[in-house]
């Protein structure tokens, strides 16, 4: 339920006239003070914050101010003492209470300011069936604007006050709105350049909407949703409160000072978090907005996330932009900090008199929000419309959408690691595809286990090899093309060119540019002759041979066991593509691993130095090069399991703790203990690899088998 859902009172639902609008706007303003006594509303919680009764008045003394006195011949003010009480900021209209002393006000009485209004409302009724001015008729929309604006103060200012009380008193007490889980933040990207800013001339607006104007900005990324308190829960759980690193010097000092370690109005109960709301105290819901956070706050979860708040006019250009999916949540949510100071538009000019003092005096130490939030009344809001508070305040309804530059615009359009990482992380479980293992890092970490006493495949598929080179070399024709599936460290590479000097070419197919290099330089000074024809690819998908390798006869080479990657379906159309690509009456070089005992598989894929485990999160390091990712890696942990069922060893990535990590425009959500599967070695036993071999076209030429550890090496023919 919010203040809008409540029955009005005296409501009038037809809105015609301009006079119809006055008495809904002051209606809903009594509407809105009926909940209250007499008590709630004389008093004053802080400097910032007003009476409840104070509001009322106050916007009754601006309509008898600045319309009635000088439009109405003949009124008379209801009570000269008013002006002083009820002024609020008008130095051309004389001197005023000071405001952190208004709830000192304890007359008049609420009633009494009831009676002013309706003395006021009387007055305003007679002036408006009379013949308007457009000065009238603007001041009138000014004044209505204005009061719309109190009506939302009266709800921030009261929910200040309630939450000091010992008896957490609910303004409405009713069930609060339920929000559904929004998902995982995404981006829109926004092209920027040159765009419109600022009100049009006709129209009401503030004056600090105006002038319109031209600003460039930049392309850009604005987040589809809001911060919710889930993705709040995660920045304190990771610190965010207690790491300077992400603070502004101000909101440091000012946060350590007050004691922050939660939104405004949060507070640690037994079993998780409540925060005061205008229907009482009640349990953080975790999918709604973050609301009650200062400009410091909503920075340093920025700096978190590693994003930043948006600029006034990236969020007006992308409210105003058409054509597409708009982020949601623009509106009747929560104000939206951004990262503008709050200032003058190019052009402004304040006007003359006292209502010139309207917005221009404040243009100074405050920064800018934008759009509006569950207080704000009904329409009052607009594309345009400039809010604007100190950057420490905390009691307004104020919470946070990110922003980024557009920066990975490059890299994202049209990519397929991205869109099988997004793939990957968007599917339940989670995984990623284990040939992203393998950027330079990767790739130097996994010769690193490859010399790891634990990790015996490469050992045994060497000295299994070496002993069986004769016998291959002789297979290879002359001038052949030696095409490697993956690029490795080469030493398996060197074993069959030393024992087959007559192949040609080597052409090895790999999806990692510095891995090619460094193979390619590897063996150029060893094997000058030997003509070097790498291929930039996915071996699982390559289309052609590399261009030296055409025309020559063909022997696939498939070290590592690395076709224990794949599932026995993907297994399967590994080896049917690779048939297609060396072509009919090629050979087909493949080592295997073999099942075996789990107390020497997993060390294999778990050793004691932690270098698999480092291989394994530099998958996370590789996406945040790649595609701009924010996973921190050692917010998880490295898993090897043995599945018995399934003949494979898998390795996972365990989240820590509850966090949103983002991947480019995506947003994915892990809760602590969930895993993202990173890989699995399948240990196929001779007769199952064999018949995957023969159901993707193959014929077993022949085969080798090591004992202790188990190892085989095939040959397959075309």
């Given at each position: 339920m919010t203040p809008d859902d409540m029955p009005m009172v005296g409501f009038a639902p037809a809105v015609e006239t301009l006079a119809d609008r006055y008495f809904t706007v002051r209606r809903r303003t009594e509407s809105l003070a009926a909940p209250l006594s007499p008590e709630d509303q004389s008093a004053q919680s802080m400097p910032d914050a007003s009476p409840t009764k104070w509001h009322r008045a106050h916007t009754t003394w601006f309509f008898e101010t600045f319309l009635l006195t000088p439009f109405m011949p003949g009124y008379q003010v209801y009570d000269p003492a008013f002006g002083y009480l009820f002024n609020s900021y008008y130095e051309a209209v004389g001197p005023r209470q000071p405001r952190p002393q208004r709830g000192l006000l304890t007359r008049p009485t609420a009633a009494e300011v009831g009676a002013y209004r309706a003395h006021v409302d009387a007055a305003m009724a007679r002036l408006l069936a009379g013949r308007s001015t457009p000065e009238i008729s603007e001041r009138l929309e000014l004044g209505l604007a204005h009061e719309e604006q109190h009506q939302e103060l009266i709800l921030m200012d009261i929910l200040h006050l309630f939450a000091q009380s010992p008896l957490n008193p609910a303004y409405l007490p009713a069930t609060p709105k339920s929000h559904v889980d929004p998902g995982p933040q995404t981006f829109h990207r926004f092209?920027?350049?040159?765009?419109?800013?600022?009100?049009?001339?006709?129209?009401?607006?503030?004056?600090?909407?105006?002038?319109?104007?031209?600003?460039?900005?930049?392309?850009?990324?604005?987040?589809?949703?809001?911060?919710?308190?889930?993705?709040?829960?995660?920045?304190?759980?990771?610190?965010?409160?207690?790491?300077?690193?992400?603070?502004?010097?101000?909101?440091?000092?000012?946060?350590?000072?007050?004691?922050?370690?939660?939104?405004?109005?949060?507070?640690?109960?037994?079993?998780?978090?409540?925060?005061?709301?205008?229907?009482?105290?009640?349990?953080?819901?975790?999918?709604?907005?973050?609301?009650?956070?200062?400009?410091?706050?909503?920075?340093?979860?920025?700096?978190?996330?590693?994003?930043?708040?948006?600029?006034?006019?990236?969020?007006e250009a992308a409210a105003s932009a058409g054509g597409g999916p708009a982020p949601r949540q623009l509106f009747g949510e929560v104000w939206q900090w951004t990262s503008s100071a709050y200032a003058p538009y190019p052009g402004f000019r304040p006007g003359s008199g006292a209502l010139g003092e309207y917005n221009g005096k404040f243009m100074v130490n405050q920064m800018t929000l934008r759009g509006g939030c569950s207080a704000t009344p009904p329409s009052h809001s607009r594309i345009t419309y400039r809010n604007f508070f100190h950057p420490g305040s905390r009691w307004m309804f104020a919470g946070v959408r990110l922003a980024d530059d557009d920066r990975l615009s490059a890299v994202t359009r049209d990519n397929r690691f991205l869109d099988e990482v997004v793939a990957g992380l968007s599917a339940e479980p989670k995984s990623l595809p284990a040939k992203y293992f393998y950027d330079a890092e990767g790739s130097r970490l996994f010769e690193a286990i490859c010399e790891l006493p634990e990790y015996y495949l490469t050992r045994t598929e060497t000295a299994l090899l070496s002993q069986i080179a004769p016998h291959l070399a002789a297979l290879i024709p002359d001038g052949a093309a030696l095409v490697e599936f993956g690029s490795g460290a080469s030493t398996k590479t060197r074993i069959l060119l030393d024992a087959a000097p007559q192949v040609a070419v080597y052409a090895p197919i790999d999806i990692s540019p510095s891995a090619l290099d460094a193979a390619a330089e590897s063996l150029r000074s060893a094997y000058p002759e030997l003509v070097i024809a790498p291929l930039v690819d996915d071996f699982t998908r390559a289309m052609d041979l590399p261009e030296g390798a055409k025309g020559r006869a063909p022997v696939g080479f498939f070290p590592g066991s690395t076709i224990g990657n794949f599932p026995p379906d993907e297994a399967e159309a590994l080896l049917r593509h690779a048939r297609t690509l060396l072509g009919e009456g090629a050979m087909f070089i493949v080592g295997a691993d073999v099942a075996k005992s789990p107390d020497v598989l997993v060390p294999a894929y778990d050793d004691a130095q932690g270098v698999t485990a480092a291989f394994n999160r530099n998958i996370l390091?590789?996406?945040?090069?790649?595609?701009?990712?924010?996973?921190?890696?050692?917010?998880?942990?490295?898993?090897?399991?043995?599945?018995?069922?399934?003949?494979?060893?898998?390795?996972?990535?365990?989240?820590?703790?509850?966090?949103?990590?983002m991947v480019g425009d995506h947003g994915f959500r892990f809760a602590a203990g969930e895993t993202i599967h990173t890989e699995n070695s399948y240990k196929y036993r001779p007769e199952v690899f064999e018949a995957i071999a023969a159901r993707a076209g193959w014929t077993i030429a022949e085969r080798w088998i090591n004992e202790d550890p188990t190892f085989a090496i095939y040959i397959l023919a075309a």
């Open positions: 092209p920027g350049g040159l765009v419109e800013i600022g009100a049009r001339d006709t129209g009401f607006a503030f004056d600090n909407e105006r002038p319109r104007h031209k600003a460039y900005v930049a392309p850009f990324r604005l987040a589809d949703r809001l911060v919710t308190n889930s993705d709040w829960l995660a920045f304190m759980a990771a610190g965010g409160y207690s790491r300077v690193e992400f603070w502004l010097s101000d909101g440091w000092a000012l946060a350590r000072a007050e004691g922050w370690e939660a939104p405004g109005y949060w507070r640690r109960e037994q079993d998780g978090w409540s925060t005061m709301t205008l229907q009482g105290r009640r349990p953080v819901d975790p999918h709604a907005p973050v609301v009650h956070v200062s400009y410091y706050e909503a920075a340093a979860f920025a700096a978190w996330s590693g994003r930043r708040l948006p600029t006034e006019f990236e969020w390091s590789h996406i945040n090069r790649a595609l701009g990712g924010n996973f921190d890696p050692q917010a998880f942990e490295h898993r090897a399991i043995w599945n018995a069922e399934a003949s494979r060893i898998e390795m996972h990535l365990e989240s820590q703790g509850d966090q949103i990590v």
